[in-house]
T-cell receptor, first 114, second 113 residues
Framework: GQNIDQPTEMTATEGAIVQINCTYQTSGFNGLFWYQQHAGEAPTFLSYNVLDGLEEKGRFSSFLSRSKGYSYLLLKELQMKDSASYLC???????????????FGTGTLLAVQP | DTAVSQTPKYLVTQMGNDKSIKCEQNLGHDTMYWYKQDSKKFLKIMFSYNNKELIINETVPNRFSPKSPDKAHLNLHINSLELGDSAVYFCASSQDPISSEQFFGPGTRLTVL
């Protein structure tokens, strides 16, 4: 089966660091994605991990452990504009061959406070 | 210069009606998708087309029928609309079926009364 778990809500302070965790259980695995979605807008791509380890991209970093079925998104130097939902998504590797079917978690709503 | 566009942005209609949502991408991508995001913000894939061919068809009522006239377009037609169809529908595209990044359209908020 497919299951993605992440916290529903988080609150953090401007300028701080926040870590959003995600655990996944999917039939096969072809990568883990993080998307950002502001209220009323479309999801936008943040990161993609397929190998274990940390991928850094500016203020955002994403980590993956395939053996533990675990990922996290790390946001540094938080800004007010980072208030958004952060969606974790896994791609099962055995859906009718090689197809990029995203299985999304319910998202973590992050509120950044002054 | 919009990458993935959808029309209409808002759609309000009565139960039992038939409606269509259109999607176009100008990124030259081969693969397009339809997602549904419900009131709890849960985003779930419905369909995917690659080069006009259906490759993903989730458990969706057959009242929903996607059509891809060419690689750049993927439309969604919904028959006999029900209250539970109210949601935001997102179109997305990617370079190919196994590409690492999907680009989402702005969404169509469908409200069924």
């Amino acid at each position: 089966g497919q299951n993605i778990d992440q916290p529903t809500e988080m609150t953090a302070t401007e300028g701080a660091i926040v870590q959003i965790n995600c655990t996944y259980q999917t039939s096969g695995f072809n990568g883990l994605f993080w998307y950002q979605q502001h209220a009323g807008e479309a999801p936008t791509f943040l990161s993609y991990n397929v190998l274990d380890g940390l991928e850094e991209k500016g203020r955002f970093s994403s980590f993956l452990s395939r053996s533990k079925g675990y990922s996290y998104l790390l946001l540094k130097e938080l800004q007010m504009k980072d208030s958004a939902s952060y969606l974790c998504a896994s791609t099962p590797g055995n859906y009718g061959g090689a197809t990029n079917k995203l299985i999304f978690g319910t998202g973590t709503l992050l509120a950044v406070q002054p | 210069d919009t990458a993935v566009s959808q029309t209409p942005k808002y759609l309000v209609t009565q139960m039992g009606n038939d409606k269509s949502i259109k999607c176009e991408q100008n990124l030259g991508h081969d693969t397009m998708y339809w997602y549904k995001q419900d009131s709890k913000k849960f985003l779930k894939i419905m369909f995917s087309y690659n080069n006009k061919e259906l490759i993903i068809n989730e458990t969706v009522p057959n009242r929903f029928s996607p059509k891809s006239p060419d690689k750049a377009h993927l439309n969604l037609h919904i028959n006999s609309l029900e209250l539970g169809d109210s949601a935001v529908y997102f179109c997305a595209s990617s370079q190919d079926p196994i590409s690492s990044e999907q680009f989402f359209g702005p969404g169509t908020r469908l409200t069924v009364l």
